[in-house]
């Protein structure tokens, strides 16, 4: 079953791109205190995730912050290097890019996503959450293959 609203993170990390390389960040400690848009996408530079879902939070991130929201943070299934590449190429650099390598914080919010069929492996599937103080107020989850209510443009509306 996957994560619900009302529902706590749970416990796990993922990795950003410090200054000095790569670091493991915890989750109870990167969302205490604050109001996050989690959005997760498949992977890294593959079409949807390239030319929609992640450049439409880089469009609307004064927005958000409008809306009160302290932290945006898009995580994928693929590695810190990957991850901090394609933020840069998108010029993301207010938004949070967080890895999740080995899906192990996708798995245990019931998230993923197995596309093995199309040699990609575990992945997560394509979803925003609102997050506050690390209890999940808000979740908006895309079937398989489609992308509508994960959508900055959608999620906005939503606040």
Same mark, same amino acid.
């Given at each position: 079953?996957?994560?619900?609203?009302? !529902?706590m993170? @749970?416990?796990?990390?993922?990795?950003? =791109?410090?200054?000095?390389?790569?670091e493991?960040?915890?989750?109870?400690d990167?969302?205490?205190g604050?109001?996050?848009?989690?959005?997760a996408v @498949?992977? #890294?530079?593959? @079409?949807?995730?390239?030319?929609?879902h992640? @450049?439409? %939070?880089v469009a609307?991130? !004064?927005?958000f912050?409008?809306?009160?929201?302290d932290?945006l =943070?898009?995580?994928?299934v693929n590695?810190?290097?990957?991850?901090d590449a394609?933020?840069?190429a998108n010029n993301?650099?207010h938004?949070?890019?967080a890895a999740?390598?080995?899906a192990?914080l996708t798995?245990s =919010?019931?998230?993923?996503? !197995?596309i093995?069929? #199309?040699?990609m492996?575990?992945?997560?599937r394509?979803?925003? =959450?609102?997050?506050?103080?690390?209890?999940?107020g808000q979740?908006?989850? !895309?079937e398989p293959g489609? %992308?509508?209510?994960?959508?900055?443009?959608y999620?906005?509306?939503?606040?």
């Open positions: 079953m996957s994560i619900q609203i009302g !529902d993170l @749970p416990i796990g990390q993922f990795q950003i =791109m410090g200054e000095n390389g790569p493991f960040i915890n989750v109870t990167f969302f205490a604050k109001k996050v848009v989690l959005f @498949p992977g #890294a530079f593959t @079409p949807t995730c390239s030319v929609s992640l @450049p439409g %939070f609307h991130a !004064d927005a912050k409008e809306k009160g929201i932290e =943070m898009c995580l994928s590695d810190v290097f990957v991850m394609w933020g840069k993301a650099e938004i949070t890019m999740d390598g080995l192990e798995k =919010m019931g998230l993923e996503l !197995d093995s069929t #199309a040699k492996g575990i992945r997560s394509r979803y925003a =959450m609102l997050v506050d103080n690390g209890i999940v979740l908006w989850l !895309d489609e %992308f509508n209510v994960s959508s900055a443009e999620v906005l509306n939503q606040l």
